[in-house]
């Protein structure tokens, strides 16, 4: 009996642990927006803090990288390492500094709704390229192409309409803040351009990463090489952008924390728990709880940052959810296709998006290349 209740309760526990993993990352990705901000409005270089955040998260995650995966680490080749480059690139180098320009020129609870649509540009982008087929008289098909253009609308709606503005949350500095924190005089246009090249930026991100971790399945191993490569990147461009000593200088206040809590939380825990949770559910079910990370973020920077939210955001974050689950569906159609249509056929299985593919595997052409 004792034996039996073990197993029933430990596999209970494999069933929620995805979702308490991606629970608590949207908690970590709130703060990595507030902190963030304030850090940003306090001065220090986007640059400098990008560096900074990729360093440590290599740092960190190292020693246990080195301890825990040493014998099931798998030999490195240039196809790999090519792949970790390019990783390295997409996020901390685009990514990162077009969000972080972003949240400057609109607000944290703003680019954190934004951010909703990197299903749909993964989507898009797939098609472009041809990695996924549309089938239009499929209900998963036409969800998923509805998905996007409600997505982008709601988008369009955040760009172009703001509304009358009001606190979520009544703080001590709220009656003060009018002046200090509004971003109705910042580019606010451009601040969402930013931010939609992030997105981009981050959905291949997203794919590629899905791919990378098939091939190298050493996630610890994996996310320090590409916060290492971020890293070094990041640094190349830092330090053309920031020739002043004192723009690196940190101190015991936000331009210390930021660094800290983006590197070990955003970077480092973030990449390791993705790249667990894509083994088993695939990069659909990581993506499904964007959502909570912005209703998180509007609460915190309402209280923390005194940040006013517009009407035409909430609406636009709104609409942009619904896009976002309506794609969703529609993927989570494309996981629950049954071994038999998989063998039946096999070419168009290699022509889907790695997020398409049953049990988030990627799909292998006959060279041995994943597609």
Not at 128 to 140: D, N
Not at 251 to 276: E, F, H, K
Request: proline fraction near 4%.
């Amino acid at each position: 009996m004792g034996s039996a209740s073990m197993s029933l309760c430990c596999g209970a526990l494999n069933k929620v642990k995805p979702y308490l993993l991606m629970v608590g990352l949207q908690f970590g990705s709130a703060g990595m927006y507030v902190i963030s901000a304030q850090t940003l409005k306090n001065g220090m270089s986007r640059y400098v803090l990008i560096v900074y955040r990729n360093a440590i998260a290599a740092l960190v995650l190292a020693p246990f990288a080195l301890v825990l995966e040493r014998k099931i680490r798998p030999k490195m080749t240039l196809s790999i390492f090519l792949q970790i480059v390019v990783l390295g690139f997409l996020e901390p180098i685009l990514d990162q500094n077009f969000a972080y320009l972003g949240i400057t020129y609109t607000s944290a609870s703003f680019a954190s709704a934004i951010m909703n649509a990197v299903p749909s540009v993964t989507f898009v982008m797939a098609v472009m390229l041809r990695l996924e087929r549309v089938k239009i008289k499929e209900a998963r098909g036409i969800a998923k192409i509805i998905g996007t253009i409600v997505t982008f609308l709601g988008a369009l709606v955040m760009t172009l309409y703001k509304g009358p503005s009001f606190h979520l949350v009544r703080s001590a500095g709220t009656a003060h803040s009018g002046t200090g924190t509004d971003p109705s005089d910042k580019h606010w246009v451009a601040g969402t351009l930013f931010i939609l090249i992030g997105c981009c930026a981050w959905s291949a991100f997203f794919n590629l990463q899905s791919i990378t971790v098939k091939k190298y399945p050493a996630e610890l191993s994996l996310s320090s090489l590409i916060c290492l490569m971020g890293a070094m990147q990041s640094a190349a461009v830092a330090l053309v952008a920031e020739r002043h000593p004192a723009a690196w200088r940190v101190g015991w206040d936000s331009r210390l924390l930021a660094p800290v809590y983006t590197g070990v939380v955003s970077s480092g825990i973030t990449y390791y728990v993705q790249g667990i949770v894509m083994k088993t559910r695939g990069p659909v079910f990581v993506t499904a709880f964007n959502p909570l990370c912005m209703i998180i973020v509007a609460a915190l920077g309402s209280i923390i940052l005194s940040e006013k939210l517009y009407l035409g955001s909430i609406i636009g974050g709104i609409v942009i959810a619904i896009g976002l689950y309506s794609v969703v569906w529609g993927k989570a159609k494309d996981y629950s296709t049954t071994p038999s249509q998989e063998r039946v056929d096999p070419k168009a299985e290699t022509q889907k998006l790695p997020v398409t593919v049953a049990n988030g595997v990627a799909a292998v052409d006959r060279d041995g290349i994943r597609k």
